[in-house]
């Protein structure tokens, strides 16, 4: 699902910005996470929300959507979308072990390098690509915040039920970029183009998205999850061939096969309990 922002990013109407679009996404999320969360009773443990911890989880959720929109936008959906993922693993591995004392496996180490060499294979396939510096920097701090919102929400989930996490970290994370809709030109989302993307993006890429990571990221650790949304930019890879008609190269194919030879290798892992272990 997450395979699908970049390309919903570039059928967007004209005018569309990219930390505009990011912020919709998050509050549109933040709307119906909360109310899954509220019709579940996941709102209702009677348990107290740690203070730095939360605003942590919200503070790096709305840094990702505004990191990562404006990377994409800068550096094209590809290199955009496979070096903000792809940077994801690498930090979330050593960030897990420092916070959470999460020892990545030989598994995760293995499935982690094919992962990030075929992301390397992706985008040295394409014949024209912008390498833009500010665009990679912007990626690589949506990866960075992204792993700091996993390794923080995985320490929530240890009081609060996983539907839980998801709705505080995104509504409070939504409060934290509205201000940025002051003032912005939406005469583009009342276009059908528009309201089907941030639809899309909302309800689909964020809220039923990161229910679904939400519910796996109880049962493995950060970085077993971090490295399994490498699946993204392989999405992401057969969305330009299949649906936006991108040229493919053998390189690409075998770029893609390494993406999925690290996914399963990492897949069949058995996880014995947390933190895991080599």
Same mark, same amino acid.
């Given at each position: ?19 505009? $679009?990011?912020?919709?996404? $998050?509050?549109?999320?933040?709307? #119906? ?15 107290? %929300? ?28 590809? #290199?955009?979308?496979? #070096? ?17 004392? @999460?020892?990545?496996?030989?598994? %995760? ?19 024209? $690509? ?51 809709? $002051?003032?912005?030109?939406?005469? %583009? ?42 699946? @993204? ?7 330009? #061939?299949?649906?936006?008609? @991108? ?21 069949? @892992? ?9």
């Amino acid at each position: 699902m997450w395979g699908t922002n970049g390309t919903a990013q570039a059928l967007a109407p004209p005018g569309a910005q990219p930390i505009i $679009i990011g912020t919709l996404r $998050i509050a549109l999320g933040g709307l #119906v996470l909360l109310a899954y969360a509220a019709l579940r009773g996941a709102l209702r443990d009677g348990k107290r %929300w740690a203070l730095w911890p939360t605003l942590m989880g919200a503070l790096s959720m709305a840094a990702y959507q505004i990191f990562f929109f404006s990377g994409v936008a800068r550096t094209g959906v590809a #290199v955009g979308t496979i #070096v903000g993922i792809g940077s994801t693993p690498i930090l979330a591995g050593p960030i897990a072990y420092i916070v959470r004392g @999460e020892r990545p496996s030989r598994r %995760w180490a293995i499935a982690t390098c094919l992962g990030v060499i075929g992301c390397a294979l992706l985008i040295t396939a394409g014949k024209k $690509i912008n390498i833009d510096p500010l665009g990679i920097f912007l990626a690589i701090c949506a990866g960075g915040s992204y792993a700091i919102f996993t390794t923080v929400s995985k320490g929530l989930m240890d009081e609060h039920m996983p539907e839980a996490v998801m709705a505080v970290t995104f509504c409070l994370g939504s409060i934290f970029v509205l201000p940025l809709l $002051i003032g912005a030109d939406l005469h %583009w989302v009342s276009q059908p183009a528009g309201i089907l993307v941030i639809l899309h993006l909302g309800v689909i890429t964020a809220a039923l998205s990161y229910t679904l990571f939400a519910r796996g990221l109880s049962m493995v650790p950060v970085a077993t999850a971090a490295t399994l949304t490498l699946g @993204e930019p392989l999405t992401a890879g057969l969305l330009g #061939v299949f649906f936006l008609q @991108e040229p493919v190269t053998p390189l690409a194919l075998f770029g893609i096969g390494l993406i999925f030879t690290g996914l399963v290798v990492l897949s069949t @892992e058995k996880i014995q309990g947390q933190p895991a272990t080599s």
